[in-house]
């Protein structure tokens, strides 16, 4: 007997897998972005956040179709797109049964400024007097903007010292804020020696060798919170194979913080020149700015200022690459920062290899912040000992303290290093409030610590506040009255980290949460409290984590009286 074999028919797929999307949504994508079968360069990897912004500016959210229609036309799978759309707070993904958000979007800032600045009760206003059908109000992280607290952004433009009124008007009759910023252009820059140190450079009449010395004779110090001599960064650096990149950090998150938005707002030119002359040191590829979504009005000033610069001939076209955020903390961390300019989700990476040895696109790159590389110019035009001979209380070199809170004028103040907050408050920030008394201060906004009103007079500096348990950051100093409710402010901290916490690791993505509800209770345990906090500073992958106790450890140590007093009842 014979038995055939039957050899059943192969089965093709008709089509890729996943979802299929209408020809005509990536026809749209097409006209939006330009076409991508002609310029193959637009399906690079680290363009998808930029790709995004363009769908949500456009589209006011991110639709699953076009989604879909964006991973086809980078030729990227589906869940890299969506994971990336849906990391950063800025988008908005809709899915298929969702309905869109309404037309415009009230954001309340829910910092610790703006919350001492009444944001609580104005968000609550906004949100009873609003139709949902046309306005949705949502609290939104710090808007680098705590001195003029509190704010409220509209669409995409910020309402300074808002009030109910002013809001709803700014809502009914579409009279933004211009966003107006005056700064100093390239002819008014150049005329007064601005560009000099570059032309120098690049003609050999400074070298790497004479730039580096001066900057360690000045003291000149990362100035976005590590506080890392710039000359060494350098070296580590140079000390690297080519080819390697230079990238900003302009992502100043940190809550209290908006001093490089105050530079970059009048003198963009001087930060291009410091910004132009790192990568010269470093000899990078190109030079890459990765400004945060929170300053539109700065996104235009530099574009304009770069274009000035690339019409004079001053930089080569593209050679500056503007980059912009998309609403994450996390990505003032230069691993994370790297990874967003690479078209990720902004999610720090394991160290060793650093950044200086494996960074952008795997090459060294240097990574320096706004106000480090400000400095540098003006360190070239006055020398190096004009720079570090500022300085009390034994410290060298300028602090430019982003003061917010209780003080009768918040602002950028430029002091020398080592001013004590006493010093700052009563000859810079001309006293207390009206009606306030100092109760404590924050020296390196939300992850410096608090410290109490009784060691007011501590040298702000780097390595001066690590006795007393806090640091100074970014110098984000955020002043507390005895008129402030110690528990909110805890919970407000907290809260931010909880949010902001990118969740790769479980001892900063737990540990947030679970302390901010430890916290929410009537009773503090101490030993819980100190517990769960050496296990997040112990090991959390980056800052964020390890930092965020730091809050909760100085109210446990200097302010058990005054939690007290709040109805806090501490044990332990």
Known sequence: MTVETVTPKRRHRGKPRGRDFPPVALAALRQLLGDEREQPGLQRRDLLIEHLHALQDAHGHLSLLNLRALAAYMNLPMAAVYETATFYAHFDVVHDDQVPPPETTVRVCDSLSCQLAGAATLEAELAAGADPARVRVIRAPCMGRCDTAPVVEVGHHHVLYATREGVEAVVDTGHYHPEAIVWQ???????????????????????????????????????????????????????????????????????????????????????????????WAVEAEALYIYLRDEYPGLHRVLREAIAELETAGLSDPGYIVLRRGAGAYICGEESAMIESLEGKPGKPRHRPPFVAQRGLFGRPTLVNNVETVYWIPLIRQRGADWFAGHGRHGRRGLRSFSVSGRVRRPGVHLAPAGITLTELIEEYCGGMAEGHRLAGYLPGGASGGILPASKADIPLDFDTLQEAGCFIGSAAIIVLSDQDDLRLVATNLLAF????????????????????????????????????????????????????????????????????????????
């Open 185 to 279: 252009r390239l002819e008014d820059y150049r005329g007064e020696g601005g560009y000099g140190l570059l032309a120098d450079c690049r003609a050999g009449q400074v070298t790497v060798e004479t730039l580096t010395k001066m900057l360690e004779a000045s003291g000149l110090r990362g100035l976005g919170g590590a506080g890392f001599p710039t000359f060494k960064k350098w070296q580590f650096v140079r000390a690297e194979p080519g080819p390697r990149y230079c990238a900003i950090n302009a992502d100043e998150g940190e809550p209290g913080t908006f001093k490089d938005r105050y530079y970059l707002e009048r003198s963009p030119h001087r930060f291009l020149e410091g910004a132009l002359v790192s990568a």
């Open 497 to 572: 980290f909880a949010d902001e916490s990118c969740g790769q690791c479980t001892p900063c993505r737990v540990g947030t949460e679970k302390m901010l509800t430890l916290l929410e209770r009537d009773e503090w345990q101490v030993a819980e409290l100190e517990r769960l906090s050496q296990v997040m500073m112990d090991a959390s992958i980056c800052g964020l984590g390890q930092a965020a106790p730091n809050p909760v450890l100085g109210l446990l140590r200097d302010f058990r009286g005054e939690l007290a007093g709040h109805n806090v009842i501490v044990k332990g």
